[in-house]
T-cell receptor
Framework: DSGVTQTPKHLITATGQRVTLRCSPR?????VYWYQQSLDQGLQFLIQ???????AKGNILERFSAQQFPDLHSELNLSSLELGDSALYFC??????????????FGPGTRLLVL | DQQVKQNSPSLSVQEGRISILNCDYT??????FLWYKKYPAEGPTFLIS?????DKNEDGRFTVFLNKSAKHLSLHIVPSQPGDSAVYFCAAVWGANNLFFGTGTRLTVIP
């Protein structure tokens, strides 16, 4: 158990809809990272928040947004969903802001299926 | 454009033998590399890392080798155990926060 929790575990929805994925980092961790893993793809870095503020942005679509709340949990909002958004979405957390010095601890993921 | 590549989607090794997982990258700006291990229905877990100023890092049965001139890194597991069967991802970082992961290699260790 990494200490990172993600809800829900599974999500099935229709094209055009909007969903919210939730992540609670490990106790004491200030950074939250979001990743997308599609079929045959590696983990694609989406976005990072550190202590409530956006720290780094990766391949995140404009239809997607995220935020980190004062209690440090984070939400990833996916809107106008398309079939291609079906994927595993992972959240990870680390203590500090720098990916190259911190071990990231991953949650179990949310599996999104868009029909 | 995949900046970090794991060209072998799968690898099978006999228990007790060496497992060698390979990873190639294209961006010479990468300055930190990591390996993660992933079991089904779980998130990846950190295994071992290496800074670009080193060419080898060892932790127990796991050793990572970095060849900067070839833009290649490898993970050696010796001896391989059935519990090592998992998907292994390599990842590379530059500029402190730019992270790129490979597509993963599924390792199967045969008892």
């Amino acid at each position: 158990d990494s200490g990172v929790t993600q809800t829900p575990k599974h999500l099935i929805t229709a094209t055009g809809q909007r969903v919210t994925l939730r992540c609670s980092p490990r106790s004491g961790d200030l950074s939250v990272y979001w990743y997308q893993q599609s079929l045959d793809q590696g983990l694609q870095f989406l976005i990072q928040y550190y202590n409530g503020e956006e720290r780094a942005k990766g391949n995140i679509l404009e239809r997607f947004s995220a935020q980190q709340f004062p209690d440090l949990h984070s939400e990833l909002n996916l809107s106008s969903l398309e079939l291609g958004d079906s994927a595993l979405y992972f959240c990870a957390s680390s203590v500090g802001p720098l990916a190259n010095q911190e071990t990231q601890y991953f949650g179990p993921g949310t599996r999104l299926l868009v029909l | 454009d995949q900046q970090v590549k794991q060209n072998s989607p799968s690898l099978s090794v006999q228990e007790g033998r060496i497992s060698i997982l390979n990873c190639d990258y294209t961006n010479s700006m990468f300055d930190y590399f990591l390996w993660y291990k992933k079991y089904p229905a779980e998130g990846p877990t950190f295994l071992i890392s290496i800074s670009s100023i080193k060419d080898k890092n060892e932790d127990g049965r796991f050793t990572v080798f970095l060849n900067k001139s070839a833009k290649h890194l490898s993970l050696h597991i010796v001896p391989s155990q059935p519990g090592d069967s998992a998907v292994y991802f390599c990842a590379a970082v530059w500029g402190a926060n730019n992270l790129f992961f490979g597509t993963g290699t599924r390792l199967t260790v045969i008892p």
